[in-house]
Nanobody, 115 residues
């Protein structure tokens, strides 16, 4: 059974940093396009960042220059480094692995930005 397990969420002060990890099992992430999504209360899930199997990265405008997505194919893990966090970044963050019509999701990790 494919598993994507996110970790690294929690309570962070405004202006602080956090790093999310997504450890994959039963798939080899190097051949997948990987992404981070988030869903705030009462809002639709939105795409935050993606990294293709060719290591091309994209970001939603609201996180550009603050967030960085990366992958470690040896550890089969994807990361999201989040800096200069704002209260509006508060959400459940989900890891996604996609290849053509195949789509896998993690269970999500809560990130709360508050003083």
């Amino acid at each position: 059974q494919v598993q994507l397990v996110e970790s690294g969420g929690g309570l962070v002060q405004p202006g602080g940093s956090a790093r999310l990890s997504c450890a994959a099992s039963k798939i080899i992430i190097s051949i997948y396009n990987m992404g981070w999504y988030r869903q705030a209360p009462g809002k639709q899930r939105e795409l935050v960042a993606t990294i293709t199997n060719g290591d091309i990265t994209t970001y939603v405008d609201s996180v550009k220059d603050r967030f960085t997505i990366s992958r470690d194919n040896v550890k089969n893990t994807v990361y999201l480094q989040m800096n200069s966090l704002k209260p509006e970044d508060t959400a459940v963050y989900y890891c996604n692995a996609r290849q053509e019509t195949i789509n896998y999701w993690g269970q999500g990790t809560q990130v709360t930005v508050s003083s």
